[in-house]
């Protein structure tokens, strides 16, 4: 019988404070998030030096918590993981030295993950991996696909070249006054609504898996003005349908045609956008259509910023003999493929 591997994770990137132990990683003994959305929300934004100030005041009280939850001590513990880029330098930074901390004092190894590998293996938390795989990325900060042949390996096979899809939500829902984040209440009204409006669509060149979403978030804007302009008033719920479809058929048809290109075995999708009903829907309607292709979606709460994914991802890189030393430092440009 093999030894179980316990790994503690620590999230700290945005305006979550995250902290989770799980069990051979997959198996979740506890996960807490203290969200600071109520502190921003005034602002429309994160705004980063309160987001620092939050982590500061919570890490601790989130770290003790978690441990209490799952039962165990730092004794128990086989590895600390924690989120070193990308995301916002003083947020992270938090993170970082609390678990240099924690791994200096009780002598544990300490391992480096990347944001977006997380978010990744917040998939792991839900079923057993098959490679090779592609993950559809969807967050706040980044549009990704990309293809995994092995465990610890990622390629980016397709970014976006302006703003991530999750930003694109936000701005939009602030163009329809809308609470931050705006995602969720988007994704909402979305489903009151028609998509009877005529938005763009950026499919950039035929074969490129790229994404471009400035350009359709500025037909929002400039639509919702026009409107305004002409004293004309057009349904919330109709532009946010109308917004959604474009988004989600680009999502959808460039990840079934790089899915059936590099031949995978699953499909994964991950970040806060993951979240959005409307995504998950076609994505289930697409993939029941084609055979061979496994498609797995996170329940909501692992889909936006969590510490559970990060011990995940941060279990494999453990397991890999991947670690870091004392000088660890926050990387807020962080690639995935480095
Ligand atoms: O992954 P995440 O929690 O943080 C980052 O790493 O960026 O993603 C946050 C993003 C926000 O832009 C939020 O508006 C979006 O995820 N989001 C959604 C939904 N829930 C959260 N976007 C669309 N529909 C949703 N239901
Ligand atoms: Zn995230």
């Known amino acids: 019988m093999t030894k179980d591997i316990l790994v503690l994770g620590i999230e700290t990137s945005c305006d979550e404070?995250?902290?989770?132990i799980v069990k051979n990683g997959w198996e979740i003994l506890s996960n807490v998030v203290a969200s600071q959305?109520?502190?921003?929300k005034r602002f429309g934004g994160v705004v980063p030096e309160i987001a620092s100030r939050h982590h500061v005041e919570q890490i601790t009280i989130v770290l003790e918590e978690a441990l209490k939850e799952a039962n165990v001590t730092f004794a128990d513990l086989?590895?600390?993981?924690?989120?070193?880029?990308?995301?916002?330098?003083?947020a992270l930074l938090i993170g970082v030295h609390a678990a240099k901390a924690v791994a200096f004092a009780h002598n544990i190894p300490l391992v480096g993950v990347h944001h977006i590998a997380g978010h990744i293996y917040a998939n792991r938390l839900v079923t057993e991996l098959a490679f090779p795989l592609l993950s559809l990325v969807v967050s706040g900060g980044h549009t990704e696909l990309v293809y995994m042949k092995e465990h610890g390996s990622f390629e980016v096979i397709g970014e976006t070249r302006d703003d991530a899809a999750g930003e694109a939500y936000d701005k939009?829902?602030?163009?329809?006054s809308l609470p931050y984040p705006g995602g969720p209440h988007i994704d909402r009204l979305a489903h009151e609504g028609k998509p009877i409006l005529d938005l763009p669509r950026a499919w950039l060149e035929p074969d490129s898996y790229d994404f471009s979403f400035s350009g359709l978030k500025s037909a929002v804007i400039n639509t919702v003005h026009n409107a305004?302009?002409?004293?004309?008033?057009?349904?919330p719920e109709d532009l946010a349908a109308s917004f959604q479809e474009s988004v989600v058929d680009v999502l959808v048809m460039k990840t079934v045609r790089a899915a059936e290109e590099y031949k995978?075995?699953?499909?994964?999708?991950?970040?806060?956008v993951a979240a959005n009903k409307g995504l998950r829907t076609r994505l289930e309607e697409a993939f029941a259509q084609i055979q061979g292709i496994e498609l797995i979606i996170p329940p909501l709460s692992l889909c936006t910023d969590n510490a559970a994914m990060i011990a995940a991802a941060g279990?494999?890189?453990?397991?890999?003999?991947?670690?870091?030393?004392?000088?660890?430092?926050?990387n807020p440009g962080l690639d995935i493929d480095q």
Do not use: C, F, M, W
């Not at 494999?316 to 670690?323: M, P, V």
């Open 78 to 90: 086989d590895a600390i993981a924690v989120t070193e880029g990308p995301g916002l330098v003083g």
């Open 172 to 176: 939009v829902a602030r163009t329809l």
């Open 264 to 272: 995978v075995k699953q499909v994964l999708l991950a970040g806060g």
């Open 37 to 40: 959305i109520e502190s921003h």
């Open 17 to 20: 404070t995250a902290v989770a």
């Open 228 to 235: 305004a302009q002409r004293g004309e008033t057009i349904a």
């Open 315 to 330: 279990t494999i890189a453990y397991e890999k003999g991947k670690r870091a030393t004392l000088s660890l430092n926050a």
